[in-house]
């Protein structure tokens, strides 16, 4: 029997959990739902480590992520046989990977994330729902009365009323069920006057998918899978705007076009306490081994690991053939042959520093995934259906060069920052990446409230963004403080009897909100520091 929440949040990736935790702290009965078993999203389920600013150890986030990132090196310290320079590390990066100065293994970001809802669940005011779904909304003069969930274990039907409904999803699915207004992929030049926006508006181009997975390598061993059913075509397919087929260690830099070559040693002998993850100076992705690595085993006394373990999320298994909004099944089923077509070609084809080609010893590891097959539980979705809202942030709000790089669009209903390039990936429309600088951003709370709709809230990638701009606001810690601030207000309009746009838009409301944020520990705004 599921109890009647005062709020239901939809999704239970990093923007779920984080706005279960603030409501729950205010005392309001919650349920939950997420569609894995495992609790999230980007972290775990879909196997990424933070993508994060360079200020990240210092400031630019909330408390309550600070818990969560302190929390995960705090498992380490205590249960990894770390060396003891490394056990001593304040800022401990567990893989010593380029991309984050936090890359580790998805199952311990569970183990923080469990931890950290454990009283809430003790206590009786959450509830959450693993393997289910929404699959339907009831929405009556405004307001979202009811949304029915499937059991995705025995297909049972649950009908769920709230007070308030928190869109968590992934995609934003729940817009689309409740008649939410929302955009849906690439916005016309027309209607914001991105620069980089195209002349007309695109909603099927939307940025690639990745699935992702995590190999460690065993000379003299053979992991050699069998032949992926679509090897055929992903080993000879060759993008119009690639420099070679996809499956090859040559790809355009992101922020250049330029080709530029990819090395490929897995193990190398680097001391990983050299290692440096600063995305502000080098974006790291040219060594592939290291880059996304979420176990190191040279942190650790000799011979407890026979391997590193790295999370393979790299140009050669971003998939942009299909959308996957609108066609969720066929481009899963394609995202997922490229990933394991990627792995054979690394296994059988790939050449070698030693001018040999194929790393037989390459095994993919389903223990990390928690899967069968070791692909991740699910794709990392970059971009969502967004929320019509009352504030729209656009490309001439955050781009580095139309603002300056010590520029800032300031909001008066700042929630929360951020920090991030402009990182588009390569998008089902043809497009390549568009990666543009950006300076340190604010989250304006009319970014989270719909225009119409009054007790529905995004907690996500589906705020206020266009194409563009959620280049840079689809990142880990963004996407916290955004599910973190929309737990937070349902509890304050509950606690209050106001609506969202009524708190937005009302100074004195707005300043008594803001002051519950700011004893949360929720920074809402940045200190004099240069985008890049």
């Known amino acids: 029997m599921i109890p009647e929440p005062d709020i239901l949040i939809v999704g239970g990736g990093l923007g779920g959990v984080a706005a279960a935790l603030a409501a729950c702290r205010a005392g309001r009965r919650v349920v939950m739902t997420e569609e894995t078993d495992w609790i999230g999203g980007q972290l775990t389920a879909q196997a990424v ?4 600013h360079p200020w990240v150890e210092q400031f630019g986030t909330t408390a309550s992520y600070r818990a969560l990132r302190e929390g995960i090196r705090a498992y380490y310290r205590q249960w990894y046989p770390l060396r003891a320079e490394a056990l001593g590390l304040t800022d401990l990066n567990p893989g010593a990977g380029r991309v984050s100065k936090l890359c580790h293994e998805p199952r311990i970001a569970l183990a923080v994330l469990e931890a950290m809802l454990a009283p809430h669940r003790a206590s009786g005011l959450l509830t959450v729902l693993t393997e289910h779904r929404a699959v339907s909304a009831e929405a009556d003069n405004d307001v979202i009365r009811a949304v029915t969930l499937r059991d995705l274990r025995g297909d049972t039907l649950t009908t769920v009323t709230a007070r308030y409904v928190i869109d968590a999803t992934e995609t934003g ?4 069920l409740a008649g939410v207004e929302h955009a849906n992929g690439a916005e016309g030049q027309g209607e914001f ?5 195209p002349d007309e508006a695109r909603p099927d181009n939307q940025q690639g998918i990745t699935v992702c997975f995590a190999l460690s390598h065993h000379e003299g061993e053979d992991h050699t899978i ?11 397919y060759r993008p119009d705007f690639w420099p070679g087929p996809l499956l090859g260690f040559e790809a355009p ?3 250049t076009l330029e080709p530029v070559p990819r090395t490929f040693v897995p193990n190398p002998d680097l001391d990983p306490l050299a290692v440096s993850a600063d995305q502000s100076a080098d974006a790291g992705d040219k060594e592939l081994w290291g880059f996304r690595r979420i176990l190191a085993r040279r942190l650790h006394r000799p011979g407890a690991f026979d391997s590193d373990i790295t999370l393979v999320n790299w140009p050669l298994n971003d998939y942009w053939l299909k959308p996957y909004i609108g066609q969720e099944a066929g481009a899963l089923r394609e995202a997922r042959q490229l990933s394991l077509s990627v792995l054979y070609w690394l296994q059988m084809e790939a050449p070698r520093a030693d001018g040999g080609t194929g790393f037989p010893g390459l095994r993919i590891r389903p223990d990390v995934t928690g899967t069968s097959d070791g692909l991740a539980k699910s794709a990392y979705v970059r971009e969502s259906r967004r929320i019509k809202a009352v504030t729209t942030v656009v490309e001439q709000d955050v781009a580095a060069d139309v603002v300056g790089p010590y520029g ?13 390039r402009i990182d588009l990936h390569p998008s089902t429309g043809g497009d390549s990446y568009i990666d543009i600088g950006s300076v340190p951003f604010e989250i304006p709370l009319g970014a989270l409230v719909p225009r119409r709709v009054r007790n529905l809230l995004p907690a996500g990638k589906n705020i206020g963004t266009t194409h563009i701009t959620n280049g840079c ?6 996407e916290w403080n955004v599910g973190e601030v929309a737990g937070a207000l349902a509890a304050h309009c509950l606690a209050e009897d106001v609506e969202p746009q009524q708190v937005q838009a009302e100074d004195k409301r707005f300043e008594e909100f803001a002051r519950l944020l700011d004893r949360a520990g929720v920074q809402r705004h940045w200190p004099d520091v240069r985008g890049y």
Not at 49 to 52: L, S, Y
Not at 193 to 197: L, Q, S, V
């Open 49 to 52: 480590p933070p993508d994060e």
């Open 173 to 176: 699915e729940l817009l689309e």
């Open 193 to 197: 006057g991105e620069p980089h926006a």
């Open 226 to 236: 069998d032949r992926p059913q679509d090897y055929d075509f992903w080993r000879t």
């Open 253 to 255: 830099d992101p922020r």
């Open 408 to 420: 800032r669009t300031r909001y008066r209903d700042s929630v929360g920052v951020g920090g991030y």
């Open 473 to 478: 606001y689809r990142l880990h810690p963004v």
